[in-house]
DNA sequence: CGCTGACTTCATTTTGAATTGAACAAAGTC
DNA sequence: GACTTTGTTCAATTCAAAATGAAGTCAGCG
């Protein structure tokens, strides 16, 4: 339980423990890893809790679909937190269901179509904040504008500057999209 | 206590409870929480704890420099954790520091200088994250190609289209700060 | 229809990050 | 040099988000 700052100790292996190994080669365990960790990794910056990267890191590190018991084993999870992760990965679109006919488990794989996933997180994340924002800065001009006295003319300056980076990000997201969506694949 | 859910509900008044009026007049008050709202909604997204973003939105719609002990006031926080977090602040550069002669106390008033603020954020927060990954999906890419059998195949594949979207990321954020930098002010 | 297996739901518990506050500097003041 | 004022540190506490697990739902089976 040594406090180690994800962020510090840049690529440092963080082996969270997330991955039980059960009778499974060396190299599979030693692979869904090196991915949960990849994807845990990730999770603050991309909004999602760790167990739900967790999870998709499983599911993306498996080569075969994978069932919900699969995954409970293989991250040591309650089936709760299973069921809830899934319920998110799959309103995010990160995965595609498979339906295996003889079986009434439904199976998971990764939705590889990334592309919709960075789309969905640019607006859901990115958009969204931003366009609250807007509203909330318009607000804040008129409070400024209501300020009296000669702090006044600072105030509004402030809340000027605010709204020039405020809108140079909100115009730098579209080409964002634009840019992640050439060469796609 | 109703729980609101500060993503869904775009531009709500948060109202944290967070800035307390102390004799000062409304407008200037008002003028404080609309701010103070404003970064604390955008605490998460920035990484930084919401009490941070609180004392730079009391700092920022003070058009005279606060002290210490106004800040502590206005925020309703011990002391202990104003002093905490106008130590990350300064470490962000957030601030500055005016120090009145006359006077022993310290002054803090926004360093207006956001592109700067803006860099940091890009450099530490996202250049970091995208370099541990990349030396992650190195090592994963390494770890997929020891993996035995046919499925050897998929998982490289998999492996190779995460490491064309990190690519993009990584392509991108350059261009981010060229874009930022532009018609600046 | 009663059972079983495969999830889902949600009230409770856990955990880890944020916050407090009391003890501790440091820098004047008288 | 005792005292006050201003701020820092860090162990202990609080609190909200995440995780659990027991009870509930639903679909197929015999």
Known sequence: ML?????????APVDSGLVRAAGRAVAQVDFESA????FVEAADLLGVPKSVAAIYGVVFASPVPVSFA???????????????????LREMGALKEVSIEADRAELFTPDLELRQLMQRFIEQRLQRQ???????????????????GPAQKELLQRVKKLQQWHDK???LLPMAKTFLKLSGR
Chains 1, 2 share one sequence.
């Open 130 to 148: 931003l366009d609250s924002g807007r509203v909330r800065l318009a607000g804040l001009k008129k409070t400024a504008a209501a300020f009296p």
């Open 169 to 171: 990000a909100r115009a």
């Open 3 to 11: 406090g180690m700052s994800s962020v510090t100790a840049a690529a």
């Open 70 to 88: 699969d995954i409970a084993v293989r991250v040591n999870f309650s089936k709760g937190s299973v069921s809830q992760g899934l319920r998110i």
């Open 35 to 38: 991915v949960v960790d990849f």
